[in-house]
């Protein structure tokens, strides 16, 4: 597949250069010290707290960076590596609440939603990682992360993607990978956990407990990336260009901490860019802008021959409605075409704020047709059919041809919840909406293969080390 360019050659050229001055004169303030001994070590400008990079350093350190980057899973059969599997669909994550299931109300979300949530990831087919969707509102003081990760990894075999917060958190989360595993030595071997962290605070402020974190994971030797979030209007210029400049600054940024910490480390350029609406400051996930945003960070990711994505096909309705789908679908597919490999895409609406179970299962049909997009059109002899074209010829049909049945289930995306039916039929079945028809679907699944995915001896090695583990049992909607 081919990919549309956004910006000309002379642009990304530009926005390269314009990235290197933001880097050498204005740099960034880096408030964790280990860092700033770090960037001093390899030839880069320390003042107090502000750290400016030399043009030849960056341009050293960003063509360290491998072309790739596999998220792996507890299962082997779900790992997937970009860009050749491309595009990987990933849950969009961390909102606060969730549309109770039963009674449509919002509210806060619990363990007991995120085990749900990941049956539901597990099961269906157009998602590749779990990035985990909620937080944990029952969680226990020290048991922050522990709570979301423990039910996530009961019920999903895929890749999941997790943050935590400090580093007493960090080593808890690995602790209890490693009892998942058996042993460290063989987590280290398939890590089935992929970290995930904002080091990087626009404009230009690299934190304290994110940055320690990158920083440990490189060392670990274990898959980590950032993600860059500057917000036109609010904390980035009032222009894309702009943004761009400074967005594609803190990316580089970013890469040299990774790849001076251990060189030939993988990662992401990825990205959640957004132009505020400055009527009321409002975080604008949904707009069309973030998806342009997206198309040219990802032209930026080739430029630099590093895999590209983030948080885009996003929506700010509050409800699974037509606002959601066109917000979602738009920047979708303008992602898609631009050439990004990894789309945090999945199940939230409300700005990332809410969790919704129709919303979902609505969205793993779009990654299904992105994915299907994304496969192009075969040109082999025997699709193009010229010698059956010939053989039919004018006024004949192709509907019994064998060249037809055996392409009916594969040329063509099966819809299970787009309705293609006429009026009558529709009627028939029940006259359902699209949100109805993914609520009903989602119910279907809760009640499927609904045995925990530990077996009971890692369970109770697990409770054993963590005293006071929320229950993180699977339960049906209510």
């Given at each position: ?49 502000r750290v400016r990079f030399p043009r030849a350093v960056v341009?050293k350190y960003r063509k360290l960076v491998p072309p790739s ?277 999945g199940g939230l609406i409300d700005a990332l704020k809410t ?124």
């Open positions: 597949m081919s990919f549309a360019n956004l910006l000309t050659q002379e642009q990304v050229e530009k926005l390269h250069d314009a990235s290197l001055e933001i880097l050498e004169d204005a740099g960034l303030k880096v408030r964790y010290e280990p860092a700033r001994e770090l960037f001093r070590k390899h030839g880069c400008a320390v003042e107090e707290e341009e980057f596999t998220f792996h899973a507890r299962d082997p059969k779900f790992d997937k590596t970009i860009p050749q599997d491309s595009p990987v669909i990933v849950t969009a994550s961390s909102a606060p609440d969730i549309i109770d299931p039963a009674t449509g109300v919002e509210r806060r979300a619990e363990s007991k939603d995120i085990a749900r949530i990941a049956h539901l990831i597990n099961e269906l087919p157009g998602y590749d990682i779990f990035s985990i969707s909620t937080l944990a509102d029952d969680a226990p003081a020290d048991q922050f992360t522990i709570s979301r990760l423990y039910p996530s990894i009961k019920y999903c075999l895929k890749p999941i993607r997790v943050t935590t917060t400090d580093m007493k958190d960090t080593l808890k989360v690995m602790e209890l990978a490693y009892i998942v595993a058996g042993g460290e030595e063989a987590y280290k071997a398939h890590p089935f956990l992929t970290h995930h962290y904002c080091p990087i605070v626009s404009p230009l402020t690299m934190d304290n407990l994110s940055t320690e974190n990158v920083m440990f994971f490189v060392k670990e030797g274990l898959p980590v990336y950032p993600t860059i979030v500057p917000n036109a209007g609010l904390t980035s210029p009032m222009s894309m260009a702009g943004t761009l400049a400074q967005g594609n600054a803190e990316f580089l940024a970013g890469l040299m901490l990774m790849q001076m910490t251990k060189e030939g480390t993988p990662t992401i350029y990825a990205t959640l860019g957004t132009v505020a609406d400055m009527r009321s400051g409002a975080y604008t996930s949904g707009a069309i802008e973030c998806g342009m945003l997206h198309m040219a960070f990802a032209q930026m990711a080739r430029y630099y021959n590093v895999p590209s994505g983030g948080y885009v096909g996003l929506t700010n309705s509050k409800l699974n409605d037509a606002q959601s789908g066109y917000e979602t679908g738009m920047s979708g597919i303008a992602g898609l075409l631009g050439g990004m490999d990894m789309f945090n895409i969790f919704d179970f129709g919303k979902a299962v609505i969205d793993d049909e779009i990654a299904q047709m992105m994915k299907r997009m994304k496969r192009g059109v075969s040109f082999s002899d025997d699709d193009l059919g010229i010698d059956l074209i010939k053989q039919i010829g004018p006024g004949g049909s192709f509907i019994t041809a064998k060249h037809t049945t055996s392409r009916m289930k594969t040329e063509a995306v099966m819809t299970r919840i787009a309705d293609r039916d006429a009026r009558t039929i529709w009627e028939k079945k029940g006259a359902m909406d699209t949100h109805t028809k993914a609520m009903s679907k989602a119910r279907d699944i809760m009640a499927k293969n609904t045995a925990p995915l530990l077996l009971p001896e890692v369970d109770s090695a697990l409770r054993a080390n963590f005293p006071g583990l929320i229950a993180g049992e699977l339960t049906l909607f209510d």
